[in-house]
């Protein structure tokens, strides 16, 4: 009796790599990214002088970390990075546009700013995410910087009903008041939180997962329609098998 040979079909997954943008086209690959992710999906209003590609005053400033999937030769996610050499000559972080960060002052020289965070959908996965928070652990240990900030945004679609619920979820997690900031434009937490159960997004929930503070109540930003919440992770609480796994990771 013969036995039909069962056909395989093989899976091919992308080869994922991570590291710094060098070249003007890869930036500016990333940026289109940018506001295909954040305009065109996501509905944000970006002022920009090249029609398909997010810029600000902070970009000529800032690193540009991406994940390329090199069979394609596309970059699939990004993150920008503000250095603290360059947040001095910028004259300040992105994020003091929605937050007074006063409290944070003794903290500047080694403090890094991450932004900008976004993955093509068809790459949403554990994977690709990885890889970026492998990129952001090597810049964060090759500088010998020991804090990195960032808006953590969650969605106002419904008003802000979920942002306002789950920031009055977060309280273990809130930072030690000497380094609370101030939303410039607060969210109107009491009135907008009504109990419903609502689900941290990924991003907010790794960084939680790795030690970062919540260092403010939400400020609404009225150009993305994001309730932002300002993300602190003093790399000193970052637990070392937790870095050990994401400094090993530099392909997919």
């Not at 002022?47 to 398909?52: A, F, V």
């Not at 109990?195 to 929930?205: D, R, S």
């Given at each position: 009796m013969l036995h039909q040979a069962k056909q395989i079909t093989r899976i091919r997954r992308p080869r994922l790599q991570v590291g710094l943008a060098h070249s003007d086209s890869d930036i500016l690959e990333a940026k289109r990214l940018r506001f295909r992710i954040f305009a065109e999906e996501l509905g944000a209003k970006l002022?920009?002088?090249?029609?398909?590609v997010d810029h600000d005053l902070y970009d000529p400033f800032c690193d540009h970390l991406i994940v390329r999937d090199e069979e394609n030769n596309r970059i699939v996610g990004t993150y920008r990075i503000l250095p603290p050499e360059a947040a001095k000559r910028v004259g300040g972080y992105y994020s003091e546009n929605e937050f007074d960060l006063t409290r944070l002052h003794l903290l500047r020289d080694s403090m890094v700013e991450i932004g900008r965070s976004c993955i093509d959908p068809d790459y949403r996965t554990g994977a690709t995410i990885a890889l970026l928070w492998s990129g952001l652990a090597r810049y964060m240990a090759q500088g010998n910087y020991r804090t990195l900030i960032g808006c953590a945004s969650i969605g106002m679609a419904d008003g802000g009903h979920v942002a306002a619920n789950l920031f009055s979820r977060l309280g273990n997690h809130m930072a030690p008041p000497e380094y609370r900031v101030f939303p410039r434009c607060p969210l109107p937490v009491e009135r907008l939180c009504n109990?419903?159960?609502?689900?941290?997004?990924?991003?907010?929930?790794g960084y939680l997962r790795a030690g970062a503070y919540v260092c403010s109540e939400p400020a609404w930003d009225p150009d993305f329609n994001t309730a932002d919440l300002l993300i602190m992770l003093p790399m000193a609480r970052v637990d070392e098998r937790y870095a050990r796994h994401f400094m090993e990771r530099k392909a997919a």
């Open positions: 002022p920009t002088r090249t029609p398909g109990g419903q159960p609502a689900e941290l997004p990924p991003l907010i929930k």
